[in-house]
């Protein structure tokens, strides 16, 4: 799927022919302009580009539409003329994946996305079918702790424990899903699913960025 969106250009100064940045300023230019910049100025353009009303300005959104259109009218209250023929904003074409279709089913039973599991958006489209599931604890690999010794998960499905060991086996340490799924490729492994003592209703809302299972709603 494609979307028009767009970016902000550089601006002219009013009636010049060169870019500010093109020109060597004099010295006493650089104070000048400084002193115009002010803590509360600043604070009134970042609330309002940071505001619930931009609605995080997400990539595409309504709320960067917003952020553009303020940004744009604040050149215009300076006196600055825009670049090129689309005024301060020049568009492009945007790419976004979207996820038609998943499900998961263990040992006969269907698990619902969302719900009971999330997918990652980044994976590519394929079907697996599965005969053998190796819990490795927390899937984590190196030289004070090793999930996977003893283990063949060479083309098998790993699962995990989000999250690390209590203390003092995990004392200090920080492991996302990403760093599990490179260890888990390491030892061969065709697949890894997470397990989350719950999924939140905002993880749930946005999709995850994990394919996680949340074992408090099913018995696997």
């Given at each position: 799927?494609?979307?028009?969106?767009?970016?902000?250009?550089?601006?002219?100064?009013?009636g010049?022919?060169?870019?500010?940045?093109?020109?060597k300023?004099?010295?006493?230019?650089?104070?000048?302009?400084?002193?115009?910049?002010?803590?509360?100025?600043?604070?009134?353009?970042?609330f309002?580009?940071?505001?619930?009303?931009?609605?995080?300005?997400?990539?595409?959104?309504?709320?960067?539409?917003?952020?553009?259109?303020?940004?744009?009218?604040?050149?215009?209250?300076?006196?600055?003329?825009?670049?090129?023929?689309?005024?301060?904003?020049?568009p492009?074409?945007l790419?976004?994946?979207?996820?038609?279709?998943?499900?998961?089913?263990i040992?006969?039973?269907?698990?619902?996305?969302?719900?009971?599991?999330?997918?990652?958006?980044?994976?590519?489209?394929?079907?697996?079918?599965?005969?053998?599931?190796?819990?490795?604890?927390?899937?984590?690999?190196?030289?004070?702790?090793?999930?996977y010794?003893?283990?063949?998960?060479?083309?098998?499905?790993?699962?995990?424990?989000?999250g690390?060991?209590t203390?003092?086996?995990g004392?200090?340490?920080?492991?996302?899903?990403?760093?599990?799924?490179?260890?888990?490729?390491?030892?061969?492994?065709?697949?890894?699913?997470?397990?989350?003592?719950?999924?939140?209703?905002?993880?749930?809302?946005?999709?995850?960025?994990?394919?996680?299972?949340?074992?408090?709603?099913?018995?696997?």
């Amino acid at each position: 799927m494609t979307k028009n969106t767009c970016l902000l250009l550089l601006a002219l100064v009013a009636g010049g022919s060169t870019l500010f940045a093109q020109q060597k300023p004099k010295a006493g230019d650089v104070s000048k302009f400084a002193s115009t910049i002010t803590a509360t100025e600043l604070q009134q353009h970042l609330f309002t580009v940071a505001g619930p009303e931009m609605e995080g300005r997400n990539t595409p959104s309504r709320g960067l539409e917003k952020a553009a259109v303020y940004i744009a009218d604040h050149f215009k209250s300076l006196g600055l003329a825009p670049v090129g023929a689309n005024g301060y904003q020049m568009p492009y074409m945007l790419y976004t994946d979207s996820l038609t279709s998943t499900h998961l089913e263990i040992n006969g039973k269907k698990l619902e996305e969302g719900k009971d599991f999330t997918m990652s958006m980044s994976n590519y489209s394929f079907a697996m079918n599965v005969g053998e599931m190796v819990f490795a604890g927390y899937g984590i690999s190196d030289s004070t702790h090793n999930d996977y010794d003893g283990l063949n998960v060479l083309g098998k499905v790993v699962l995990v424990l989000s999250g690390t060991p209590t203390p003092p086996a995990g004392a200090g340490r920080r492991m996302g899903f990403i760093n599990k799924q490179a260890i888990a490729a390491q030892h061969g492994a065709a697949a890894v699913i997470q397990v989350q003592a719950n999924l939140s209703p905002s993880f749930r809302a946005m999709g995850g960025n994990r394919p996680d299972v949340d074992l408090d709603k099913k018995s696997l």
